[in-house]
T-cell receptor
Framework: EPEVTQTPSHQVTQMGQEVILRCVPI?????FYWYRQILGQKVEFLVS????????KSEIFDDQFSVERPDGSNFTLKIRSTKLEDSAMYFC?????????????FGPGTRLTVL | DAKTTQPPSMDCAEGRAANLPCNHS???????VYWYRQIHSQGPQYIIH???NNETNEMASLIITEDRKSSTLILPHATLRDTAVYYC????????????FGAGTQVVVTP
């Protein structure tokens, strides 16, 4: 069964450093998403991406965040200058469509720890 | 803000049916109800979704009331591996597909 994969599973970085989280969505999917979950809190939407453009972003997704689909398979989330409060699980998701009937499939997540 | 209300926690005995309620009294006519679960900080796992008819798949059944203001997810024979946080989400139709997760229901299946 196709699945979303994410690398690395755990990333430790120093405050102020740049990190890139990687995702490989399901191959025939066209819509891509990033969510995050701070420990003990809700899963929060960050950004949706379609046709090489951001479709929607939350207020969390400020100028230090960026997303990119550098090739036909990868989807990345970059945090330019990490802060302590960026420590969280980051989940990538993908769907074939973005309609209300279409299911999003989530990856296993990357645990980001900022020291 | 989340458009659903779920109990914060519930216990279920292994082998018994787990019935998870969800209230969504402000749901609009074209909004779907989705259920996901999250096992111990893993990625959310899709379970089932529906509009107004009852739905069943290999994982669960979804019962939606006729007025669509509430629904129940049924896990027919709960196992220990079903211990997870279960999220009931009303899918907003004009949001480019994002899901808005609430706090969910922590289900603990006991032997």
């Amino acid at each position: 069964e196709p699945e979303v994969t994410q690398t690395p599973s755990h990333q430790v970085t120093q405050m102020g450093q740049e990190v890139i989280l990687r995702c490989v969505p399901i191959s025939n999917h066209l819509y891509f998403y990033w969510y995050r979950q701070i420990l003990g809190q809700k899963v929060e939407f960050l950004v949706s991406f379609y046709n090489n453009e951001i479709s929607e972003k939350s207020e969390i997704f400020d100028d230090q965040f960026s997303v990119e689909r550098p090739d036909g398979s990868n989807f990345t989330l970059k945090i330019r200058s990490t802060k302590l409060e960026d420590s969280a699980m980051y989940f990538c998701a993908s769907s074939a469509l973005a309609t209300s009937t279409d299911t999003q499939y989530f990856g296993p997540g990357t645990r980001l720890t900022v020291l | 803000d989340a458009k659903t209300t779920q109990p914060p926690s519930m216990d279920c005995a292994e082998g018994r049916a787990a019935n998870l309620p969800c209230n969504h009294s402000t749901i609009s006519g074209n909004e779907y109800v989705y259920w996901y679960r999250q096992i111990h900080s893993q990625g959310p796992q899709y379970i089932i979704h529906g509009l107004k008819n009852n739905e069943t798949n290999e994982m669960a059944s979804l019962i939606i009331t006729e007025d669509r203001k509430s629904s129940t997810l049924i896990l027919p024979h709960a196992t220990l591996r079903d211990t997870a946080v279960y999220y009931c989400i009303v899918r907003v139709t004009d949001s480019w597909g994002k899901f808005q997760f609430g706090a969910g229901t922590q289900v603990v299946v006991t032997p």
